[in-house]
């Protein structure tokens, strides 16, 4: 298959089949679904999808019924890289022995739990091997099919299930762990960052990762208003606000280079337009406990956190590493 001659324009995107179908059982505003739906307009030919379990798994195939227009398999909440890999050999096999002879792409899809946390390993095994599939993380930042348990993707200051905020603690104590990059420090030929918000974005970049030889990952930021606590009409709004004060910026590096994506550029080359993250932790239920007084500290730790990833990030830029 060829590299794309699309230029991503809406028309393009719109007039794409839908291949993840409306009718399914996520919540009005689920982000996560809004992701999935966006990703499959990238498809270029025939693709195999593995979901790991979570929201987007359960949602999706209530037996007798499904919102998946491809070949999609279930895996376990650990293994969606694992299965990808699984896959991808089958599919090389099968064109060895002369019985497949069109290209098929595989894409696994899991949540952060099942990436994080307890699909890390197998996600990492199966990039160190080279296998040639898109991984999408679509990140709404808890054990949302659960209950709202905290997971390593989880925010600082969040209250989950978990982390639940009270006297004892106010929200999640950790750090959200910097999954992204460790996947660039796989030097895995291409990873990026990615919201729902700039749908264009999201699109160009889950047709790259399909494109390249080898493994591809895609962190895509997907708000979640039941476990985040916002009205349904919000998640866009959200999303944009998480890029716009750089809680999370947009970028990509190819073969371990990194470059901004042109929505966090613009921050980049005006700093004066980077806002404040209490707007962004304002718009939110999971963040309230931070705004009743006596928590201004950790207002003060979350801005500064963000600020020096945000350097961290324009450093690695500057240096081209
Ligand atoms: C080994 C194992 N432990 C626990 C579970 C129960 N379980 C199913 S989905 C899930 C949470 C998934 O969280 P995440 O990956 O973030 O996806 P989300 O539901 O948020 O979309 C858990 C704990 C399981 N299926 N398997
Ligand atoms: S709980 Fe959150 S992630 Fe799950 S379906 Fe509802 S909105 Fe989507
Ligand atoms: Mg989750």
Redesign the pocket.
């Known amino acids: 298959m060829t590299a794309t001659t699309w230029k991503f324009t809406a028309k393009e995107i719109v007039e794409k089949p839908e291949l993840f179908t409306s009718g399914h059982r996520a919540c009005a505003g689920c982000g996560?679904a809004i992701a999935l739906r966006q990703i499959m307009k990238a498809t270029r030919g025939p693709t195999i999808v593995t979901n790991?379990?979570?929201?987007?798994e359960v949602v999706s195939t209530i037996y007798p019924y499904t919102a998946w227009k491809v070949p999609w398999i279930h895996t376990?909440?650990?293994n969606a890289a694992a299965n990808a890999s699984g896959i991808e050999a089958a599919l090389k096999a099968m064109k060895k022995k002369g019985k497949l002879h069109e290209s098929v792409d595989v894409i696994a899809f899991?949540?952060?739990?099942?990436t994080f946390d307890?699909g890390l390993q197998a996600l990492s095994g199966a990039v160190e091997r080279g296998h040639d599939f898109l991984y999408v993380l679509y990140d709404?930042e808890?054990?949302?099919?659960?209950g709202i348990?905290r997971?390593g993707g989880t925010p600082y200051g969040a209250s989950t299930t978990t982390s639940p905020a009270g006297k004892v603690l106010l929200g999640k104590a950790q750090l959200k762990k910097p999954i992204a990059d460790i996947m660039v420090a796989h030097e895995i030929p291409y990873a990026a960052t990615a919201s729902i918000a700039y749908w264009q974005d999201l699109v160009r970049k889950a047709r790259k990762g399909l494109e390249v030889e080898g493994p591809a990952f895609l962190h895509v930021f997907s708000p979640c208003p039941r476990g985040w606590r916002y009205e349904t009409n919000k998640t866009i709004e959200i999303a944009r606000l998480a890029t716009e004060t750089c809680v999370f910026p947009l970028w990509e590096a190819k073969e371990g280079d990194y470059s901004l994506s042109p929505q966090s550029k613009i921050i980049a080359m005006k700093p004066e337009r980077k806002k404040p993250v209490t707007d962004y932790l304002k718009t939110q239920g999971r963040f309230r406990h931070l705004f009743k007084g006596g928590a201004e500290h950790m207002l003060q730790d979350i801005q500064k956190i963000v600020d020096k990833r945000w350097s961290r990030l324009l450093r690695r830029i500057r240096e081209g590493s």
């Open positions: 996560s790991a379990t979570g929201c987007m376990a909440f650990e899991a949540g952060d739990g099942g307890i709404n808890a054990y949302m099919n659960t348990q997971s």
